[in-house]
C-alpha cells in the first residue's frame, strides 16, 4: 500500500506511525482504527505478552502498567514495556478488545532482547524498548525505541529536533505541541498525520540512515510478523508502532534476506507479566523511565473532552488551594487569560504547558516557584500508580506479599506517606514485622523514618513509597522462599554465613529481632558467636555492642527469648572494658574522634545491658551483673591517662559528671588541667571538644560558672598564632549546640564574669529572676504540669518536694 493510499483511508494495511506516550499520537489512533475498522491490529512490543493481553481488560487493569520481561535464571536484569491511558499502543490494545479484534505483539522477542543486553554488558544496558536513559528524547520523539545500542555504521538522529528546527523552532517539545497536540482535526482524513509522519521519517532515513543495528534487526522480524498476518487475514490489517519505523515496514524486503539478519541471535527463557507503573517513572529519563517530561499534562491532553486550559488552571487553583493559598476563580479567569495572551505573542496556537506555567506562576503564586515546584510535582509530573489484576501472573512470592497487603491494609501508594506504627497493637506490629522482612530482602517499600509522636520502643515511624522497581526486587527475592517469612528467613541465614564482620552479623541480628524471624536465630546466633570469638579488634567490638543491646531491647518489646543473645552481649561487653584503654593509646584526631563517638555508643549500650542483666533480689548473680561499675572504672581510667587522645579523655570526664560519679570540683580540676598553660591549644581544645561536645551538651555550661570561666579564660589566652588552628574544633563543638544555647553563651560571653545569672555578683546586681533562694511560688507553677505528664490525676497538690503530690523523683 502507498502512502497516498493510506492517506486516503482505502484498503490496508494501515501503518500507523506514533510517537510513544503521545496524547496526540493516541487520539488520531483511535480516530484510525475506528475509521479503518481493521480485522487484525499488531502492536510494537514483544510477542511472548500475548498471552497476557485479555488482561487489559479487566475492570481491576488501570495504567499506567507495564510488561515486565525477565529471565528466569536472572530475575535482576528486566525489561520494561511502561504503557499509560495516553500511550498510542494502550489505545489500540483497549480498541482491539473492545471490539474483539485479534491483537497481537510483533517486535523482537524479550528472549531475545534480554539475551542481546546480556551478551552487550559492555554498552550501557537496556531496560527496554521504551525505558531507558541516552537516546529517551530521540526515542520518544517519533517513536524510535529509547534503549543503548551496540556500535553501528549508522548514527541515530534525534528525528523530533530536526524537524523542530527545519520548522525553525528551539525547542523540539514546543514544536510537537503546536504541530500535534494542538493540532485539530483534519476533516475527515483520519490518515492524514500518519501519512505526514512516515513522509518525515522516510526523508530522515535516507538523510541519517536506518539507525543502529538493532534497529534493523527487529524491524526485520515486525516485517516478518506483518507478512504472517496479512497472509491470514489479506491487507485487512493495522500496525501500531514507533514512526521511525514505518518506511521500514513500508520498503519491500525479502523474506530471505529477514531471516538472515534473525538467525543466530542469543536467546534466554524469559518470563513475562503486567506490574503497575507510576508516572513519576514515566518522567525519569534513565533507569526505567521513558523520558516523558510531563506525564501529568500529557495525561490531562488526552482526558480532557474539551477546554484543557481552563481545566488544568483550575485543577491547579484547586491543589494551591489545598495547601491554603488564597486562590480564587478569579486568579483562574486571569491566569486563563494571561495564558492565551503569552501564546498570543509567542506565536502559538494555544497555550501549551510553558504558557500555563508562567500564567500559574503571576497570577496564583505571585511570581514564586515554590509553591510551582508543588504544582511540578503533584500535577505536571503527578503521583498516579496503575494496578494490574489479581490474575495477572507473579511469582509466589508476590502473591504472598498481595495478601499481606490486603490483610495489613497497606496499600501501595506512589505518593510518600508516614505511617505511625504502635507496637503494643497486633496488627500495627504485624506491619512492622513485615516492612523489616521486606527490607532484609532488598524490597526497601518503606524507611524507618523519625517519630514525631514519641521515641519509646513501642513506637515506630516508615516513610512509604511504593516504586515499581520494586516488582522486581521481588522477584529476585523469589530464590530465597515462596512467602515473605520463608524467603526472608532465608536470606538471614544467607547473610548469616557470609558475614565476614562482628558488625555486620550484630545488626543482622537485630533485623532478625525487629522482623520477628525466630527460626533465622538460631543460625545468626552460632555465626554471631564464632564472630565474636574470633574478633580481636576494639573498635569492631565496639561498633558491634550497641547493635547487639539494641536486638536485646527489640526482642523484648516483641516477646523474643534473647537469653542467648544476652549472653554474648555480655562477654562482649566484657572484652571491650579490658581492651579499650590501651585501644586508645596514641590515636590520631580523626581516630580519636571516631572512638569518642563509639564510646557514646557503647555507654548507651552498658546502660540497657544493665537493666537487662542485673540481677533482681532474690535471683541468683548472673555474668552480667555488675556491667556498671566496671564500666565506670575503666571510664574512670581514659579520664585521667595521659597517652589518651583529649576528646577520649573529656568525654570519659563528661560521662562520669552525667552519671553523678563525678564531683563539679573534679570536672573543674580536670577541665584546669587539660587547659593549663602548658597544654598544647590543640590539645586544649581536643579535650573541650570531647567535654561539651555533642548537640544537649551546651546546657552544661550554661548553668555552670565555673566550667564556662574555665573555657573563656583559656580561649582569651590562647596565641594568636595557634587561634587559627584551634578554632575549626571550637567551632565543629559549638555547631552542634541549639541556636538557643548558642545565643546565651554568646550573652553571658559578652556580660563577662561581673553580671554572670545565678553568680553572686549577679545577684547583688539585682538582675531579673536570680536570687539567693529559690521562688517557691514559681517552682510549684510546674507542679500541675508534671502531675499530667505523669497521669497522677487523683495526686493530691501539695508540696514541692513531691511527698503530699505524689510526684516522687520530680524535682520542681
Do not use: N
Amino acid at each position: 500500500m502507498t502512502g497516498d493510499a493510506a492517506t486516503a483511508g482505502g484498503g490496508g494495511p494501515w501503518l500507523l506511525g506514533v510517537r510513544h506516550h503521545g496524547p496526540g499520537s493516541a487520539r488520531a489512533v483511535r480516530a484510525a482504527l475506528e475509521a479503518a475498522r481493521p480485522r487484525v491490529v499488531l502492536i510494537e512490543g514483544p510477542p511472548e505478552a500475548d498471552p497476557l493481553i485479555p488482561l487489559a481488560a479487566d475492570a481491576d487493569m488501570r495504567p499506567p502498567v507495564a510488561l515486565l520481561a525477565h529471565a528466569v535464571d536472572e530475575p535482576g536484569r528486566p525489561a520494561f514495556w511502561p504503557l499509560a491511558a495516553f500511550s498510542p499502543e494502550w489505545v489500540a490494545l483497549r480498541w482491539a478488545l473492545e471490539h474483539e479484534v485479534p491483537v497481537h505483539f510483533i517486535d523482537l522477542p524479550a528472549a531475545h532482547t534480554l539475551a542481546w543486553e546480556r551478551a552487550t554488558t559492555a554498552t550501557t544496558a537496556t531496560t527496554g524498548p521504551r525505558g531507558d536513559a541516552g537516546d529517551a528524547a530521540a526515542g520518544r520523539a517519533a517513536g524510535q525505541d529509547t534503549q543503548e545500542q551496540p556500535a553501528s555504521a549508522d548514527v541515530r538522529v534525534d528525528p523530533l529536533a530536526v524537524l523542530a528546527d527545519t520548522a525553525g523552532y528551539d525547542d523540539p517539545e514546543r514544536w510537537w505541541e503546536d504541530a500535534v497536540e494542538h493540532r485539530g482535526a483534519d476533516g475527515d482524513d483520519a490518515f492524514a498525520p500518519f501519512a505526514a509522519l512516515e513522509e518525515a521519517m522516510t526523508t530522515l532515513r535516507e538523510a541519517y540512515g536506518g539507525g543502529p543495528d538493532r534497529d534493523l534487526v527487529r524491524e526485520a522480524h515486525m516485517r516478518l510478523r506483518l507478512r504472517a498476518a496479512r497472509r491470514e487475514t489479506g491487507d485487512d490489517v493495522a500496525v501500531v508502532c514507533g514512526a521511525w519505523h514505518v518506511p521500514a515496514l513500508r520498503r519491500p524486503s525479502a523474506v530471505a534476506a529477514d531471516r538472515a539478519l534473525l538467525k543466530g541471535l542469543p536467546k534466554v527463557r524469559a518470563d513475562l507479566t503486567w506490574v503497575p507503573w507510576t508516572h513519576r517513572r514515566l518522567a525519569r529519563t534513565g533507569g526505567y523511565g521513558a523520558g516523558v517530561d510531563a506525564p501529568g499534562w500529557y495525561g490531562h491532553l488526552f482526558a480532557a473532552p474539551d477546554r484543557p486550559v481552563e481545566r488544568w488552571l483550575t485543577r491547579v487553583a484547586g491543589l494551591l488551594r489545598e495547601e491554603d493559598r488564597i486562590v480564587s476563580p478569579a486568579h483562574v479567569i486571569e491566569a486563563v487569560r494571561l495564558a492565551d495572551t503569552l501564546a498570543a505573542l509567542r506565536g502559538r496556537p494555544l497555550p501549551g504547558l510553558r504558557e500555563t506555567t508562567d500564567a500559574a506562576r503571576a497570577v496564583m503564586c505571585d511570581g514564586s516557584d515554590v509553591p510551582l515546584a508543588l504544582v511540578h510535582d503533584r500535577l505536571v509530573v503527578g503521583e498516579d500508580l496503575g494496578e494490574v489484576p489479581r490474575a495477572a501472573p507473579a511469582v509466589p512470592l508476590q502473591r504472598d506479599l498481595d495478601r499481606l497487603q490486603r490483610r495489613l491494609r497497606l496499600r501501595p501508594e506512589a505518593a510518600d506517606r508516614e505511617l505511625e506504627l504502635d507496637l503494643r497493637k497486633d496488627t500495627d506490629a504485624e506491619r512492622s514485622r513485615l516492612l523489616h522482612r521486606l527490607r532484609l530482602l532488598g524490597v526497601d517499600w518503606g524507611e524507618p523514618a523519625a517519630s514525631r509522636v514519641g521515641t519509646g520502643t513501642f513506637r515506630e515511624t516508615w516513610r512509604l513509597r511504593w516504586q515499581p522497581e520494586l516488582s522486581v526486587r521481588v522477584a529476585e527475592a523469589g530464590v530465597w522462599g515462596t512467602t515473605v517469612i520463608a524467603a526472608a528467613t532465608g536470606k538471614a541465614e544467607a547473610d548469616a554465613t557470609a558475614a565476614q564482620v562482628l558488625a555486620e552479623v550484630t545488626a543482622l541480628a537485630e533485623h532478625c529481632l525487629l522482623a520477628g524471624l525466630t527460626d533465622a536465630l538460631p543460625a545468626v546466633m552460632r555465626a554471631l558467636a564464632d564472630r565474636a570469638a574470633l574478633e580481636a579488634d576494639v573498635g569492631r567490638l565496639t561498633q558491634a555492642l550497641p547493635a547487639l543491646v539494641r536486638s536485646l531491647r527489640y526482642g523484648d518489646v516483641r516477646g523474643t527469648d534473647t537469653g542467648a543473645l544476652a549472653e554474648v552481649a555480655v562477654g562482649l561487653a566484657d572484652r571491650v572494658f579490658v581492651g579499650l584503654p590501651p585501644a586508645c593509646a596514641a590515636l590520631a584526631p580523626d581516630a580519636a574522634d571516631g572512638m569518642r563517638r563509639r564510646m557514646d555508643a557503647v555507654h548507651g549500650a552498658v546502660g540497657l545491658l544493665a537493666d537487662a542483666t542485673d540481677a533482681p533480689a532474690g535471683r541468683a548473680a548472673r555474668p552480667g551483673d555488675g556491667l556498671r561499675p566496671r564500666w565506670q572504672a575503666v571510664l574512670r581510667v581514659l579520664s585521667t591517662r595521659d597517652a589518651v587522645p583529649g576528646q577520649v579523655r573529656g568525654r570519659a570526664a563528661r560521662l562520669l559528671l552525667d552519671d553523678g560519679l563525678m564531683e563539679q570540683d573534679e570536672a573543674a580540676r580536670l577541665m584546669g588541667l587539660a587547659l593549663s598553660p602548658g597544654t598544647p591549644p590543640q590539645d586544649a581544645a581536643a579535650w573541650i571538644e570531647g567535654f561539651v561536645g555533642g548537640g544537649g551538651s551546651g546546657m552544661l555550661l550554661v548553668h555552670d560558672e565555673r566550667l564556662l570561666a574555665l573555657v573563656d579564660g583559656w580561649l582569651t589566652g590562647v596565641p594568636a598564632q595557634a587561634f587559627t588552628d584551634v578554632l575549626p574544633l571550637l567551632r565543629r563543638t559549638f555547631a552542634a549546640y541549639a541556636p538557643g544555647v548558642r545565643r546565651t553563651l554568646g550573652e553571658l560571653a559578652r556580660r563577662g564574669p561581673e553580671r554572670r545569672p545565678g553568680t553572686v555578683r549577679a545577684v547583688r546586681a539585682g538582675l531579673p529572676g536570680f536570687a539567693a533562694g529559690l521562688d517557691d511560688g514559681r517552682a510549684d507553677a510546674v507542679v500541675p504540669v508534671a502531675r499530667l505528664l505523669l497521669g497522677l490525676d487523683g495526686a493530691v497538690h501539695g508540696d514541692r518536694d513531691g511527698r503530699d503530690t505524689g510526684l516522687v523523683g520530680v524535682g520542681t
